[in-house]
């Protein structure tokens, strides 16, 4: 079965510092990896997807995620926090012909001024 | 262009009474999934409807139905609300069905349920 593990439930950095969020996933065959971000209150938005056709994902707002097979990991990373990036960050993982997204647990970002 | 929208955003049941969420996907996007957003579970998936049929179920129990309509729309019911149904109901529109083409999934901003 298809999973995703977000390494830490909260993570803080201080704004211009380096952002790194932790996914893993669990998938016996090539998967659909996302990042999606949810603003308090809000509903969630696409950051960045891989479909397999560059292990660089280059999102919005700076941010970017690389696959690494080797590793099972999609880790999202942003050169330098702002405080508006302060949110909850969901990795994602489908398989091709699947009918549903599968969550990891989230991870909420503090950026401290 | 107009985004997912969800009805209503905010409301409070009682135990054992019935609720009724709506949700108008993005213009043009025929799948329609539900989501439950809570603290200790996350989000769960609930079901996807794709042209009026339910291509895809999650592990709720029979008291969650959902239907869709020939217009794309989509409702979602829970019957005899328990406490632990308190979460926030998040639909999401894909053009063409979350396995498919992108995955993208295009989220409304969820329906807070509380439980009383």
């Known amino acids: 079965a298809q999973s995703v593990t977000q390494l830490g439930s909260h993570v803080s950095v201080s704004e211009g510092a380096l952002v790194l969020l932790r996914c893993n996933y669990s998938?016996?065959?090539?998967?659909?990896l996302f990042w999606y971000v949810q603003y308090p209150n809000q509903g969630l938005q696409l950051l960045l997807k891989y479909t397999s056709a560059a292990t660089l994902v280059k999102g919005i707002n700076g941010f970017e995620a690389e696959f690494k097979k080797s590793e099972t990991s999609f880790h999202l990373t942003k050169p330098s926090a702002h405080m508006s990036d302060a949110a909850e960050y969901f990795c994602?993982?489908?398989?091709?012909?699947?009918?549903?997204?599968?969550f990891g647990q989230g991870t909420e970002l503090s950026v401290k001024p | 262009k107009a985004g997912v929208t969800q009805t209503p955003r905010y409301l409070i049941k009682t135990r054992g009474q019935q609720v009724t969420l709506s949700c108008s996907p993005i213009?043009?996007?025929?799948?329609v999934s539900w989501y439950q957003q809570t603290p200790g579970q996350g989000l769960q998936f609930l079901f996807e409807?794709?042209?009026?049929?339910?291509?895809n179920k999650g592990n709720f129990p029979g008291r969650f139905s959902g239907r869709q309509f020939s217009n794309s729309r989509s409702e979602m019911n829970v019957s005899t609300l328990e406490l632990g149904d308190s979460a926030l109901y998040l639909c999401?529109?894909?053009?063409?069905?979350?396995?498919?083409?992108?995955?993208?999934?295009?989220f409304g901003e969820g329906s807070r349920l509380t439980v009383l």
């Open positions: 409807y794709f042209s009026e049929t339910q291509r």
């Open positions: 213009s043009g996007h025929r799948s």
């Open positions: 994602a993982v489908i398989l091709l012909g699947g009918g549903k997204l599968i």
């Open positions: 998938s016996s065959v090539p998967p659909y």
């Open positions: 999401a529109s894909s053009l063409m069905g979350s396995g498919t083409n992108t995955g993208e999934l295009f």
